[in-house]
């Protein structure tokens, strides 16, 4: 009777250890190996199931490798990343947003393997552009794959606009400005933004800054190689981002987000809004008629576009980098990105890769990309995350006149400094 | 041997002292009580005091908080840059120390009337109750969410007032985008939120008050305010320990209703010392500040809620 206890005890201990052991990322089951891929759980449900379908295909043609796919949301994305990184419980592949002030941390903190090798064996420096490749290659590495290129432009709603007597999207600043006071003067909110979550506002100062600096003092700002407090661009961007938050943007939209300011361009109460290609999916989701709404770039007058890049990355310990470099060059490749592209935006991070069957909606995006020579990007993935902070509070204060927008350069800059 | 006589005794107490506590020690069924106590004593230590010295011990440190990453000593660096150069410290610490005042004068005030008033046996007094209650089992971020919705400006309450009542200055107040008023407004769901579980304290309280006292008092002549002044807040004084305690530890840490409201703006005006430390920690990857910050926290707690049991628990054994 005795062994009875025994026997329990031994079977609930080899339970634990087996069950413990299932908890560990990646692996060899049945012959296979098991590869564990982190990434961001899509808004919209076909993404997801274009994602499903991908790894299907890969696992059909690659019969000893699976793919394990963990989706999360964005904050708890970036949670599990940050404790699992660098443990045993680490991904063998993990999404992250390229920007020095987000991927540019689990870098440093030596989270991600250099892929140079992967990229002469597979030829992967001539399938991406200069531009995606300047995100891989920022590091002094080859620090991950890129998986989207994200553009940012001005949505604007044509029934609106003709209503205020304007009769096509302004090629300059000044036509922009003009046109805010247009669509004002005719009862019109010209621009909707959602204050509570700090980048939604900050895509209009990010913009207002290339404008009036200029695309190397914005470079040379972002990187600190100029002083904020210095620059006298910085206090006319401010002096700009108050008047466009006082005169131009929804009322009350520091105490709302972006979800309900976007309510307001869908429901035609606002002619414009500052997005990103995934709004196209969004204004078609809204019911919105497509050809009402148009796009433009921000007339910032540098040719650079706005956006941001999302890389997959392979982690520095994972025990199966050829397996994961082969599912990554799978999921760039012609065959994996024609599917990609059709849910997840209109362009391809994949150069051979052009959009089939595009519509006139998502056409619009090409000539902008097209006139564009560059990238700004969105200062949350340029500046660290403490300095975002810092960077929203000032951008807050002058949006509701806490601040004077000539000492908001200085304020910022002296944060750097203390740093 | 005078001497001899003199010390004996003085020696003889020295040494029996430590077994005279040995023996009260024991005497108190503590060594008795210690296998119940060791399972909770043990989850104790190891989930709340053991966290809370890793806590402190981190302030001392730079860390970005990546496993991996090194853990950097930085002695009181952490507290001199909280204290000097943190542009949203003061702020947080003076919104947290309204936040404290605030809640010990209003809800629990409110708890203690709505409570007086549902002790007497008037028509609906179970629904009065149960309704007032149920703010409380709300999840926090779910009242949050309803009272942003209702202090919309595009189309919360405030748009429809000002429509109902033709008051259009209504529609164009900013309960949550003003930086004077954000604060008090996420406050006013705070008070709705917990005032309904500080009148159940209080409605339990008020079961031990006895009856005879209170008649007593009367036919000695004392009015209402005399009856309630001498004999109901005397009966109350251990709910109103246990409320006043729970209120300040619940407002010192109050977190949740601020993230679902503002996620403490407009530019930081709303932010608190709990959600200030985290998000040092977890947004800024600053956990040696974001634990610093958890410690002062941690040390303005003490210094209210232990002087405050220590002279209650006085005024209990003078009573």
Known sequence: MRAVPKIIAVGLGLALVAGVSGCSGGGSTDGKTEITWFKLTESADSANTTINEIVADFEKANPDITVKVEGRAVDAHKDALRTTLGTSGSPDIFFSWAGPGLGGEFIDAGASLDLEKYYDEYGWADRFSDTTMSTVTQYGGHDGVPYTQRTEAVFYNKELFAQAGIDAAPTNYDDLVSDAKKLKSAGITPFEFGGTVNWHVMRLLDSLLETKCGADTYQALVTKKASWADESCVADTYSEFATWTSDYVNPGFISINNDESGALFFSGKAAMALEGDWFNQQVRDAGMAEDSVGIFAFPTGTDRIYGFNENNYISANSKHPDEAAKFLDYLTSAEAQKKFIATFGSRSVNVDVVPADQNAFDAEWNPIVAASTGVYMNNDQNLSQSETTEYWRIQNLVATGELEPSKAGAEFQKFIDQE | ?319
């Open chain 2, 1 to 319: 041997m005078s001497t001899t006589s003199t010390t004996a005794p003085s020696r003889t107490s020295r040494t029996s002292r430590p077994r005279r506590r040995l023996a009260r020690f024991g005497s108190t069924g503590f060594i008795a009580a210690l296998p119940f106590l060791a399972p909770a004593l043990v989850a104790y230590l190891v989930f709340v005091v053991a966290p809370a010295l890793e806590s402190v011990r981190l302030s001392f440190f730079e860390w970005s908080g990546f496993q991996g990453a090194p853990q950097v000593f930085v002695g009181l660096q952490n507290y001199v840059r909280i204290f000097t150069h943190d542009p949203v410290f003061w702020t947080a610490l003076s919104n947290t120390v309204i936040w404290v005042i605030l809640s010990l004068v209003i809800p629990v005030g409110l708890g203690l009337v709505m409570a007086l008033a549902l002790n007497r046996k008037i028509f609906g007094r179970n629904l009065f109750r149960s309704v007032f209650y149920i703010p409380g089992v709300l999840a926090p971020i779910a009242i949050a969410n309803m009272w942003r919705w209702m202090y919309n400006p595009n189309y919360g309450i405030g748009v429809n007032l000002a429509q109902l009542f033709n008051l259009p200055w209504l529609a164009d107040v900013q309960w949550l985008g003003d930086k004077n008023l954000a604060l008090y407004s996420i406050f006013a769901a705070f008070v709705w939120q917990i005032a309904g579980t500080n009148m159940v304290l209080f409605l339990a309280g008020l079961q031990g008050v006895s009856p005879d006292h209170v008649e007593a008092a009367k036919l000695d002549g004392a009015n209402r305010w005399q009856v309630f002044r001498n004999v109901v807040m005397p009966s109350l004084r251990p709910t109103t320990v246990v409320v006043v305690v729970l209120t300040i530890i619940n407002s010192i840490k109050v977190f949740d209703l601020i993230v679902g409201m503002t996620g403490g703006g407009p530019a930081q005006q709303t932010q608190v010392l709990a959600l200030w430390s985290f998000q040092q920690s977890f947004n800024n990857h600053e956990y040696g500040s974001g634990n610093a910050i958890a410690t002062v926290l941690l040390v303005i707690t003490l210094i209210i809620v232990v002087p405050y049991m220590v002279w209650t628990a006085k005024q209990e054994k003078n009573s």
